[in-house]
Protein backbone atom coordinates (compact mmCIF):
# COMPACT_ATOMS: atom_id res chain seq x y z
CA UNK A 1 0.00 0.00 0.00
CA UNK A 2 1.60 3.09 -1.03
CA UNK A 3 0.38 7.38 -0.88
CA UNK A 4 0.97 9.07 -4.39
CA UNK A 5 1.38 12.86 -5.26
CA UNK A 6 1.24 14.69 -8.69
CA UNK A 7 3.25 17.94 -8.02
CA UNK A 8 1.61 20.86 -9.68
CA UNK A 9 2.88 24.55 -10.74
CA UNK A 10 2.45 25.64 -7.16
CA UNK A 11 4.88 22.89 -5.20
CA UNK A 12 7.50 22.79 -8.02
CA UNK A 13 10.65 24.09 -7.51
CA UNK A 14 10.73 22.96 -3.62
CA UNK A 15 13.27 20.60 -1.86
CA UNK A 16 11.54 17.10 -1.96
CA UNK A 17 11.95 16.54 2.04
CA UNK A 18 10.45 19.99 2.69
CA UNK A 19 7.16 19.12 0.65
CA UNK A 20 6.93 16.02 2.10
CA UNK A 21 7.00 17.58 5.73
CA UNK A 22 4.56 20.09 4.59
CA UNK A 23 2.29 17.95 3.27
CA UNK A 24 2.33 14.78 5.47
CA UNK A 25 2.42 16.67 8.65
CA UNK A 26 -0.32 19.13 7.55
CA UNK A 27 -3.57 17.07 9.57
CA UNK A 28 -1.25 15.39 12.32
CA UNK A 29 -1.95 17.37 15.66
CA UNK A 30 0.50 15.14 17.22
CA UNK A 31 3.38 12.17 16.29
CA UNK A 32 4.48 14.44 13.66
CA UNK A 33 7.17 12.90 11.15
CA UNK A 34 10.27 14.72 11.10
CA UNK A 35 12.11 15.69 8.42
CA UNK A 36 15.11 13.69 9.46
CA UNK A 37 12.86 10.77 9.48
CA UNK A 38 11.99 11.67 5.46
CA UNK A 39 15.09 11.59 4.71
CA UNK A 40 16.02 8.66 5.67
CA UNK A 41 13.06 6.90 3.96
CA UNK A 42 13.99 8.91 1.43
CA UNK A 43 17.35 7.46 1.01
CA UNK A 44 16.17 4.13 1.51
CA UNK A 45 14.34 4.11 -1.62
CA UNK A 46 10.66 3.82 0.42
CA UNK A 47 10.13 7.34 -0.81
CA UNK A 48 10.60 7.81 -4.78
CA UNK A 49 10.24 10.15 -7.17
CA UNK A 50 8.84 8.86 -10.95
CA UNK A 51 9.66 5.29 -9.29
CA UNK A 52 13.38 6.43 -9.00
CA UNK A 53 15.21 6.53 -6.03
CA UNK A 54 16.76 10.36 -5.77
CA UNK A 55 18.22 12.56 -2.66
CA UNK A 56 16.09 14.13 -0.24
CA UNK A 57 17.08 17.98 -1.55
CA UNK A 58 15.77 16.93 -4.71
CA UNK A 59 14.13 19.77 -6.60
CA UNK A 60 10.47 18.82 -7.71
CA UNK A 61 8.89 19.74 -10.76
CA UNK A 62 5.64 19.88 -12.17
CA UNK A 63 3.93 16.57 -13.49
CA UNK A 64 6.58 14.83 -10.89
CA UNK A 65 5.11 12.01 -9.38
CA UNK A 66 6.10 10.70 -5.72
CA UNK A 67 5.71 7.36 -4.48
CA UNK A 68 5.46 6.92 -0.63
CA UNK A 69 5.57 3.04 1.13
CA UNK A 70 3.25 2.78 3.89
CA UNK A 71 6.26 2.06 5.88
CA UNK A 72 7.65 5.21 5.25
CA UNK A 73 4.83 7.05 7.26
CA UNK A 74 5.41 4.43 10.33
CA UNK A 75 6.73 6.52 13.53
CA UNK A 76 9.39 4.43 15.24
CA UNK A 77 10.42 6.14 17.70
CA UNK A 78 8.78 6.85 21.72
CA UNK A 79 7.19 9.66 21.83
CA UNK A 80 6.53 9.56 25.96
CA UNK A 81 9.01 10.45 27.87
CA UNK A 82 9.45 8.72 30.98
CA UNK A 83 10.73 10.64 34.26
CA UNK A 84 13.28 9.37 36.12
CA UNK A 85 13.98 10.67 39.80
CA UNK A 86 17.36 8.94 39.70
CA UNK A 87 18.79 11.19 37.27
CA UNK A 88 21.83 13.04 39.57
CA UNK A 89 22.58 16.64 38.24
CA UNK A 90 22.68 20.28 40.20
CA UNK A 91 20.35 22.82 40.01
CA UNK A 92 21.99 25.98 39.79
CA UNK A 93 19.01 28.31 39.38
CA UNK A 94 15.40 28.43 39.14
CA UNK A 95 12.27 30.88 39.01
CA UNK A 96 9.11 30.71 36.52
CA UNK A 97 10.98 31.40 33.62
CA UNK A 98 14.21 29.50 33.31
CA UNK A 99 16.00 26.37 34.91
CA UNK A 100 19.78 26.32 34.85
CA UNK A 101 21.57 22.90 35.69
CA UNK A 102 24.97 22.50 36.18
CA UNK A 103 25.34 19.38 34.09
CA UNK A 104 28.12 16.24 35.02
CA UNK A 105 30.33 14.89 32.14
CA UNK A 106 28.57 11.50 31.06
CA UNK A 107 25.05 12.55 31.10
CA UNK A 108 22.75 12.94 27.85
CA UNK A 109 21.54 15.80 27.59
CA UNK A 110 18.01 14.31 25.84
CA UNK A 111 17.05 11.24 23.34
CA UNK A 112 19.02 10.39 20.18
CA UNK A 113 16.28 9.58 17.70
CA UNK A 114 19.32 9.14 15.63
CA UNK A 115 19.41 5.58 17.40
CA UNK A 116 16.81 3.01 18.03
CA UNK A 117 17.76 1.91 21.48
CA UNK A 118 15.26 2.45 24.07
CA UNK A 119 18.13 3.01 26.75
CA UNK A 120 18.87 7.10 26.00
CA UNK A 121 14.28 7.23 26.87
CA UNK A 122 15.26 6.50 30.58
CA UNK A 123 18.65 7.91 31.40
CA UNK A 124 18.94 11.42 30.14
CA UNK A 125 18.97 14.92 31.54
CA UNK A 126 15.58 15.76 30.23
CA UNK A 127 14.34 12.29 31.83
CA UNK A 128 15.93 13.46 35.03
CA UNK A 129 14.09 17.39 34.80
CA UNK A 130 10.65 15.85 33.98
CA UNK A 131 11.01 14.21 37.18
CA UNK A 132 11.31 17.43 39.12
CA UNK A 133 9.36 20.08 36.41
CA UNK A 134 7.04 18.31 34.82
CA UNK A 135 5.09 21.87 33.64
CA UNK A 136 8.56 21.85 30.66
CA UNK A 137 6.59 18.80 28.93
CA UNK A 138 5.15 20.18 25.58
CA UNK A 139 7.70 23.54 25.70
CA UNK A 140 9.61 23.95 22.46
CA UNK A 141 9.53 23.82 19.10
CA UNK A 142 5.90 22.02 17.58
CA UNK A 143 7.01 19.76 14.79
CA UNK A 144 9.43 16.94 13.86
CA UNK A 145 10.90 15.36 16.80
CA UNK A 146 11.37 18.40 19.45
CA UNK A 147 8.81 16.21 21.97
CA UNK A 148 12.11 14.52 22.88
CA UNK A 149 13.63 17.59 23.99
CA UNK A 150 11.41 19.89 26.02
CA UNK A 151 12.75 23.25 27.09
CA UNK A 152 16.31 22.48 25.31
CA UNK A 153 17.38 26.02 23.78
CA UNK A 154 20.81 24.75 23.33
CA UNK A 155 22.77 21.48 24.14
CA UNK A 156 26.39 20.14 25.67
CA UNK A 157 27.85 16.62 24.37
CA UNK A 158 27.42 13.99 26.59
CA UNK A 159 30.81 14.61 27.51
CA UNK A 160 31.30 18.29 28.44
CA UNK A 161 30.43 19.05 32.15
CA UNK A 162 28.75 22.86 32.91
CA UNK A 163 25.91 24.84 32.45
CA UNK A 164 22.75 24.43 30.43
CA UNK A 165 19.35 26.15 30.04
CA UNK A 166 16.26 25.15 30.22
CA UNK A 167 13.28 27.09 29.03
CA UNK A 168 9.96 26.48 31.91
CA UNK A 169 7.35 27.90 29.53
CA UNK A 170 6.72 28.72 25.75
CA UNK A 171 7.45 32.52 26.10
CA UNK A 172 10.82 32.19 27.72
CA UNK A 173 11.73 29.25 25.10
CA UNK A 174 10.62 31.72 22.00
CA UNK A 175 13.18 34.46 23.77
CA UNK A 176 15.67 32.37 24.66
CA UNK A 177 15.40 31.18 20.95
CA UNK A 178 16.29 34.66 19.32
CA UNK A 179 18.57 35.59 21.88
CA UNK A 180 20.93 32.53 20.70
CA UNK A 181 20.13 33.25 17.18
CA UNK A 182 21.35 37.08 17.73
CA UNK A 183 24.11 36.26 19.69
CA UNK A 184 22.81 37.78 22.40
CA UNK A 185 23.93 35.18 24.93
CA UNK A 186 27.78 34.73 26.26
CA UNK A 187 29.16 31.66 27.03
CA UNK A 188 32.27 30.86 28.39
CA UNK A 189 33.98 27.43 28.51
CA UNK A 190 37.41 26.40 30.11
CA UNK A 191 39.27 23.62 28.08
CA UNK A 192 42.38 22.14 28.51
CA UNK A 193 44.42 21.38 25.54
CA UNK A 194 47.55 19.64 24.48
CA UNK A 195 50.59 21.34 23.74
CA UNK A 196 51.14 25.05 24.15
CA UNK A 197 49.31 26.83 21.46
CA UNK A 198 51.88 29.40 19.53
CA UNK A 199 49.19 32.58 19.68
CA UNK A 200 47.93 32.81 23.29
CA UNK A 201 44.91 34.96 22.25
CA UNK A 202 43.04 35.11 19.45
CA UNK A 203 39.65 34.51 17.08
CA UNK A 204 39.50 31.35 15.44
CA UNK A 205 37.16 31.48 12.11
CA UNK A 206 37.02 28.53 10.70
CA UNK A 207 33.70 27.33 9.02
CA UNK A 208 32.31 23.99 10.25
CA UNK A 209 30.52 20.98 7.79
CA UNK A 210 29.56 17.41 8.69
CA UNK A 211 31.68 14.94 7.44
CA UNK A 212 31.01 12.38 4.62
CA UNK A 213 29.84 9.69 7.11
CA UNK A 214 27.88 13.04 9.06
CA UNK A 215 29.68 11.45 12.42
CA UNK A 216 31.27 14.27 12.86
CA UNK A 217 32.25 18.30 12.29
CA UNK A 218 35.00 18.95 9.96
CA UNK A 219 36.43 22.12 8.93
CA UNK A 220 35.05 23.27 5.55
CA UNK A 221 37.25 23.22 2.59
CA UNK A 222 36.85 23.68 -1.18
CA UNK A 223 35.64 20.27 -2.11
CA UNK A 224 33.04 20.16 1.33
CA UNK A 225 29.76 18.27 -0.25
CA UNK A 226 28.00 19.13 2.97
CA UNK A 227 26.13 22.51 4.26
CA UNK A 228 28.80 24.91 5.15
CA UNK A 229 28.48 27.18 8.30
CA UNK A 230 30.24 29.89 9.80
CA UNK A 231 31.84 29.15 12.93
CA UNK A 232 33.42 31.76 15.64
CA UNK A 233 35.79 30.73 18.82
CA UNK A 234 37.26 33.55 20.97
CA UNK A 235 39.72 32.17 22.70
CA UNK A 236 43.10 32.71 25.57
CA UNK A 237 45.36 30.74 27.42
CA UNK A 238 44.99 31.51 30.97
CA UNK A 239 48.06 29.19 31.79
CA UNK A 240 50.62 27.16 30.77
CA UNK A 241 51.73 23.08 31.73
CA UNK A 242 54.43 20.89 31.15
CA UNK A 243 52.48 19.35 28.43
CA UNK A 244 48.78 20.93 28.26
CA UNK A 245 47.51 24.84 28.51
CA UNK A 246 44.76 25.98 29.99
CA UNK A 247 42.37 27.68 27.78
CA UNK A 248 39.05 29.58 27.77
CA UNK A 249 37.08 29.98 25.33
CA UNK A 250 33.93 32.00 23.95
CA UNK A 251 31.17 30.57 21.65
CA UNK A 252 30.32 33.71 19.08
CA UNK A 253 28.49 30.94 17.23
CA UNK A 254 27.16 27.77 18.74
CA UNK A 255 27.93 24.94 16.04
CA UNK A 256 28.24 21.04 17.04
CA UNK A 257 31.82 20.19 18.51
CA UNK A 258 32.74 23.98 17.60
CA UNK A 259 35.11 24.41 20.16
CA UNK A 260 36.47 20.53 19.97
CA UNK A 261 36.87 20.99 15.97
CA UNK A 262 38.35 24.45 16.26
CA UNK A 263 41.22 23.67 18.91
CA UNK A 264 42.14 19.86 17.04
CA UNK A 265 42.63 22.40 14.02
CA UNK A 266 45.03 24.43 15.31
CA UNK A 267 47.10 20.96 16.23
CA UNK A 268 46.36 21.28 19.92
CA UNK A 269 42.97 18.94 20.87
CA UNK A 270 40.95 19.03 23.55
CA UNK A 271 43.01 16.44 26.58
CA UNK A 272 40.68 13.49 26.26
CA UNK A 273 38.56 13.57 23.32
CA UNK A 274 37.74 10.31 22.07
CA UNK A 275 36.87 11.81 18.03
CA UNK A 276 38.82 15.05 17.71
CA UNK A 277 42.25 13.40 18.35
CA UNK A 278 45.99 13.58 16.79
CA UNK A 279 46.57 9.74 16.17
CA UNK A 280 49.91 8.78 17.54
CA UNK A 281 51.54 12.42 17.81
CA UNK A 282 50.13 13.09 21.52
CA UNK A 283 51.39 11.34 24.75
CA UNK A 284 50.48 12.63 28.01
CA UNK A 285 52.43 11.41 30.46
CA UNK A 286 50.70 8.96 33.00
CA UNK A 287 47.86 10.68 33.56
CA UNK A 288 44.90 10.00 31.79
CA UNK A 289 41.03 11.41 30.75
CA UNK A 290 38.18 9.50 31.04
CA UNK A 291 35.98 12.48 28.15
CA UNK A 292 37.08 15.45 26.79
CA UNK A 293 38.00 17.81 29.22
CA UNK A 294 35.90 20.54 28.04
CA UNK A 295 33.32 22.51 30.59
CA UNK A 296 30.69 25.20 30.41
CA UNK A 297 31.45 27.91 33.00
CA UNK A 298 29.92 30.94 32.52
CA UNK A 299 26.41 32.23 31.00
CA UNK A 300 25.38 35.53 30.85
CA UNK A 301 22.41 37.02 29.10
CA UNK A 302 19.42 39.23 29.33
CA UNK A 303 15.65 37.52 29.61
CA UNK A 304 12.45 39.43 29.83
CA UNK A 305 13.83 42.78 31.58
CA UNK A 306 15.61 40.37 34.06
CA UNK A 307 19.97 40.24 33.72
CA UNK A 308 21.13 36.73 34.41
CA UNK A 309 24.86 35.95 35.59
CA UNK A 310 26.12 31.99 36.03
CA UNK A 311 29.60 30.61 37.13
CA UNK A 312 30.06 26.90 37.62
CA UNK A 313 33.31 25.46 39.03
CA UNK A 314 35.30 23.02 37.06
CA UNK A 315 34.17 19.34 38.34
CA UNK A 316 37.57 16.94 40.00
CA UNK A 317 38.57 15.07 37.15
CA UNK A 318 38.90 18.43 35.25
CA UNK A 319 40.79 19.63 38.72
CA UNK A 320 42.91 16.92 38.66
CA UNK A 321 44.94 17.79 35.45
CA UNK A 322 45.40 21.33 36.42
CA UNK A 323 46.79 20.16 39.80
CA UNK A 324 48.96 17.38 37.99
CA UNK A 325 52.95 18.66 37.28
Same mark, same amino acid.
Given at each position: ??? $?????? /? ?21 ? $?????? +?? +? ?10 ? *??? &? ?29 ? $? ?57 ? !? ?36 ? *? $?????? +? ?11 ? #? ?5 ? !? ?10 ? *? ?20 ? !? ?36 ? /? ?14 ? #? ?13 ? &? &? ?10
Amino acid at each position: MQK $IFIINL /KNAGQRLDRFLVEILNKKRTRDK $ISRADL +AR +AVKNGKILVNDK *KVK &PGYILKEKDKISIKHQALSIKHQKVLSTNPK $IKFKIIHEDENIIVVDKPAGLQVHPDNRRDEAIPHLCTLINGLLAKFPEIIGVGDKSGD !SWARPGMVHRLDKDTSGLIIIARNQRSFEELKKLFKNR *K $IKKIYL +AIVYGKLKTKSGI #IKKPLAR !SGNYKKQTIAGR *KTKTKIRPAITEYKVLKEFKNH !SLVKARLITGRTHQIRVHFFSLGSPIVGDKIYKIKGKL /KFDKLKAERQLLHSSQ #IEFELLGKKYSFESI &P &PKDFNKFLNYK
